[in-house]
């Protein structure tokens, strides 16, 4: 295996170590003259910015830092993040010693602090951000990422437990799962206040808002993933919340989807919507949120409503097109295939979704960093060198268990009782490219079962050892561990572990994990997770102007043959079908016993009915989980049920929007003052143009500093009587504003004089400008505001030239001024400059960044990640 020392970060990656995972020094007065510092060069509350620097002077509180860039920067202590670790190698010693700590000898201790430095050196394991931040740095710092609480108690009390138990565990830098199904539906009898229930999803919007709190008042943000099974009655609400703005706006959601409700989708059955019967005098002890249970125990449940199950998978999918939620989470298999099928069920998953916990679960996680172990010689992988590491990435992380400090001591009993553990990988797609193997290919997916098959029985094999050594976990029994649908499979393939666990124990009870690694992957400049790479080159804004960069891997390649296009085993994430990312998915899950944090990415013109197609696929493949993210904002084109090639270039707006507007205009005038005459309600109510069944229109494609914008503009007697506008993603905030305008613009062009409205509404909008702009000249479009006003210019002289098709206006270059805005290059494999269509805004440097990647939102520009 060749390495290359990684003995200096660069750029970004610097600045992500020494922001994130970096021994801090509290004390900013110890600062002197040659300390490498963060020093905040934007003091701005919303979109704080910092840069890597070296102090140069320093007189009293004022110093002078030297930036990375060469420019001189005045400033104050207060303002620097002063670290005692300022490479990697000091990074690296600490966590060696730290995880050795807890051996039982000197001589272990001596032994295996070698035996993981060596295994940090180069990054060749990546260490799981809060064990990077955490290990010997302080005593309240946990070395755990996410967890998952008990389902909550169904009363007030219960819920404000659940409520604090996330608050404490979120401001310490942990991601909590909750799954609501404990509590009881909407308008259900509360017997004690002599009241009803406001329901689960209501209350799931006070643990939303308090996540919130905490991601604004911290220098985390708060990760937060709500979950609700597929028998409880607030089903349907739960699935379509995100739709109504403001409810849940700080979660991930997920449904968890049982075999009979899958059964009974593909045979097109009934699916009945239950809860336990609250008048039950063992209710309030015992109800925790298990039907199963609850029912084995003869317990009474209430049917509340009997629903079509195709007509719900149906609203589950429908919502994941427009808004990549809710997520699915198959829990009845995931249960059939755990490890702790037999004494810790599975309830919920963390933030992003790549592990299934029982209650007071944790997160125990970190990555090989597969990018390291390519046999150049060979052009193989380097088979010998990744199985040590794996062995002893194992111990590593069954070392941090004992040497976490537990807030909780549910997390101890637990974490303690069945050690459960989560290695994974990064650098994947990078490995790949080496090899000359094409992500998602038919090949790929024989080499994927091959390696991910080789690391399982590696890690295996390496808890078998330590349980020899120090003992198995406390609730092992080895006739039932190896009933776990895993295990079958893993004994099947490798029935030397197998045998391992029948002689020797399992020091833990589950193993493998694949997880985003969107900070820790980029800090060490490799591809994250399991997912191919976003793009290859980008654009980057910076003091020396607006220039082209590229992933290294591919700059390399480029560097050697100039002139000629990257081969076709460089792959991105839009270059792959949705169903090769599933079928890659799959191929890895076989081996994985938890889940595995992926994202089915999909084109613009992606359907409802393709989407389908792909949750199923997930399911019969043998997924625990899927997540898709359609590219781009919703087109109200694609809704229709028509096959691509049958669309037509006029734009229909879809029923339910119209109707929703007219609705908003009946309440309007239902609830003008009692003192407003009745002449003027009528005149209102006689200006305001109501929507026919059918318009025509057209849709244009505009870009926009925020990204791709669709705006689709329907006519009502021969002018512009309403507009559709689409950017971003939907749920995001560019998206929620946009489609705000959209509906306000549409108001006020169906009531009163549509002549003058239209042109008085293109002279307030034309020129509004933000951040950012795109384009130059004639060309140039300001904002979001300037391309409607744009699109309506056009609009009107197309259809005074009597062309009635859809006029597509200029797709302009990018050029955005401050804040930075990275957006993948034009010329190279489908993915222009101009494509921002899939970024939303970044909450930590304020660019059009923020992506969907992992199964999480990453930022391009910063690093910044949701789920770290």
């Not at 080496?434 to 991910?452: H, I, M, N, Q, T």
């Not at 003091?543 to 991105?572: C, N, S």
Request: aromatic share 8%; with cysteine.
């Amino acid at each position: 295996m060749k390495t290359a020392q990684l003995k200096r970060l660069e750029g970004l990656s610097e600045k992500i170590f020494l922001d994130r995972y970096a021994m801090k020094d509290a004390d900013t007065n110890n600062t002197k003259v040659g300390d490498t510092v963060l020093v905040l060069t934007k003091d701005d509350p919303k979109f704080p910015a910092k840069e890597v620097g070296e102090i140069v002077r320093r007189e009293g509180k004022n110093v002078t830092v030297k930036l990375r860039s060469g420019e001189l920067f005045e400033s104050t202590i207060e303002k620097l993040t002063l670290n005692k670790e300022s490479t990697p190698e000091q990074l690296w010693d600490r966590l060696a010693k730290a995880m050795a700590s807890v051996e039982a000898t000197p001589e272990k201790q001596k032994e295996w602090t070698e035996k993981f430095r060596y295994l940090l050196e180069d990054w060749k394991l990546v260490p799981g951000g809060r064990i990077a931040a955490g290990a010997d740095a302080s005593d309240e710092l946990t070395l755990f990422n996410c967890y998952v609480v008990p389902s909550p108690h169904d009363s007030r009390g219960g819920i404000m437990a659940t409520l604090s138990e996330m608050t404490e565990i979120m401001s310490r830098g942990g991601g909590v799962g909750i799954n609501l199904s404990s509590l009881r539906p909407r308008r259900a009898v509360v017997k004690g206040v002599n009241g009803s229930s406001s329901g689960a999803v209501s209350w799931g919007g006070l643990f939303s808002y308090t996540t919130g709190l905490i991601e604004q008042g911290g220098s985390r943000r708060g990760a937060l993933m709500l979950m609700i099974n597929d028998w409880h009655p607030d089903l349907l609400d739960f699935i379509t919340v995100k739709q109504t703005m403001g409810q849940i706006t700080n979660a991930n959601l997920s449904v968890c989807v049982s075999n009979d409700f899958m059964k009974a989708v593909k045979e097109d059955l009934e699916w009945e919507l239950v809860f336990p019967d609250t008048k039950d005098e063992t209710y309030d002890a015992t109800w925790d949120g298990d039907l199963a249970k609850w029912k084995a125990a003869g317990k009474a449940v209430v049917p509340f409503r009997t629903v079509r199950a195709r007509e719900v998978w149906h609203t589950i999918i429908e919502s994941a097109w427009k808004s990549a939620e809710p997520g699915v989470v198959f829990m009845e298999y995931y249960n059939q295939m755990s490890n702790s099928w037999y004494f810790n069920p599975i309830i919920c998953t963390n933030p992003c979704g790549e592990q299934g916990l029982p209650a007071w679960g944790v997160c125990n996680l970190s990555a090989v960093n597969l990018s390291r172990f390519y046999d150049e010689e060979n052009h193989d992988v380097a088979w010998e060198e990744l199985g040590r590491a794996v062995r002893y990435s194992t111990r590593f992380l069954d070392n941090v268990i004992d040497k976490t400090p537990y807030h909780f001591e549910e997390n101890r009993i637990n974490q303690q009782g069945e050690r459960r553990i989560g290695l994974g990988t990064m650098g994947l797609a990078e490995l790949m490219i080496k090899l000359e193997v094409r992500y998602g290919s038919p090949e790929s997916l024989d080499f994927l079962d091959k390696l991910y098959g080789f690391m399982a029985k590696e890690a295996y094999l390496a808890s078998a050892e330590i349980a020899e050594e120090k003992g198995s976990f406390e609730h092992f029994i080895a006739d039932k561990f190896l009933q776990s649908g895993f295990m079958k499979n893993m004994v099947s393939v490798y029935p030397e572990v197998g045998a391992a666990v029948q002689k020797k124990g399992m020091r833990n009870v589950t193993v493998i994990t694949q997880a985003p690694t969107g900070s820790t992957g980029t800090m060490v400049g490799t591809s994250t997770g399991i997912e191919p790479y976003f793009a290859f080159e980008y654009f980057r804004q910076s003091r020396l102007g607006f220039d082209k960069q590229y992933v290294p891997i591919a700059k390399e390649w480029m560097d050697q043959h100039p002139g000629e296009e990257l081969p076709a085993h460089f792959v991105t994430s839009m270059d792959l079908s949705a169903e090769n990312h599933i079928r890659v998915q799959a191929a890895i899950q076989r081996w994985v016993d938890s889940s595995i944090s992926k994202t089915a990415n999909c084109p613009a013109d992606f359907t409802v009915e393709e989407t389908e197609r792909l949750y199923e696929l997930a399911f019969d493949l043998g997924c625990k989980g899927v997540t898709i993210y359609r590219d781009g904002s919703r087109d109200v084109q694609v809704l229709s049920t028509e096959k691509k090639e049958e669309k037509k270039t006029e734009a229909a707006a879809p029923a339910a929007s119209s109707e929703s507007d007219d609705a908003a205009i009946n309440s309007l005038t239902e609830s003008l003052p009692v003192n407003v005459d009745a002449s003027t309600k009528q005149v209102f109510d006689k200006e305001y143009k109501s929507r026919p069944q059918v318009l025509r229109g057209a849709t244009y494609k505009v870009n926009t500093p925020f990204g791709m914008a669709y705006i689709t503009i329907n006519d009502l007697n021969g002018t512009p009587g309403e507009i559709f506008l689409n950017v971003g993603k939907a749920g995001s905030d560019v998206f929620a504003m946009s489609e705000a305008l959209g509906r306000v613009c549409s108001l006020f062009l169906r009531y009163g004089d549509h002549g003058n409205k239209v042109n008085l509404l293109i002279k307030h909008l034309k020129g509004i400008g933000g951040s950012g702009a795109i384009g130059f000249g004639v060309n140039r479009v300001e904002s979001i505001a300037d391309a409607v006003a744009k699109a309506l210019e056009t609009h009107i002289e197309a259809t005074a030239a009597g062309d009635t098709q859809a006029t597509a206006l200029p797709e302009l270059s990018v050029k955005i001024t401050e804040p930075a805005a990275p957006a993948p290059a034009a010329g190279h494999q489908g993915h222009g400059a101009a494509d921002t269509g899939s970024k939303d805004i970044c909450p930590s440097c304020g660019s059009i960044s923020l992506i969907n990647s992992e199964g999480c939102k990453n930022c391009a520009n910063c690093g910044y990640s949701r789920c770290s």
